[in-house]
Structure formats: C-alpha cells, structure tokens
C-alpha cells in the first residue's frame, strides 16, 4: 500500500508542496496509522498541522479510506541535533 500511497503524494500532494519549497517523505504505515515528514521550506512551518490537515489527509483518506489517520511526525534528526550540540559547544 505505501507505493499506492508514494503514487497518490507525486500526483496530488507533492506538486503542491513543491510550490512552496518542500516535500513530504513517508515515515511508516502501522496499524493504519500513516506517518509522514514534511520537509524543505515545509519542516517546521506553522502552516505545517494545516497542510496535514487540509491537503495530505484529505487526499490520503479519500483516495484509502482505510487509513484511520496520518501523523505529521516533528522530531529532529539526531545526527543533526548532535552536530548542533557540538557545534553550539565550539563556539563558548
């Protein structure tokens, strides 16, 4: 199913994304819970819970009803955030 859904994100979701400078990647599909991370101008974006909302699950859940949700996932990258740590630590 996650091709399926890789399809329906290039088609419907990705353009638009693109638009603003970002993409989407899936993280994983459990349980019918689909886990996604937005990224480019997009990771972080206030706007982001909206975009979730209003585009990504809309057309998720219209095109596979059975996906009971998606979940936009936030975390930070740990190699990035200790390369931030060490970095942060270099320069006191």
Known sequence: MVKQ???LLDEKVRPILEEHG???TIQSLEHQILKVRLTGKCFGCP????TNEELIT???QSAFPT???VVLVEEIN???LDMAHKILGHQS
Do not use: K, R, T
Not at 47 to 50: D, E, G, L, P
């Open 58 to 60: 809309y057309e998720v």
């Open 22 to 24: 970002g993409n989407i």
């Open 67 to 69: 996906i009971q949700d």
């Open 5 to 7: 859904i890789e399809a």
């Open 78 to 80: 740990p190699e990035l």
């Open 47 to 50: 706007a982001a819970h909206s």
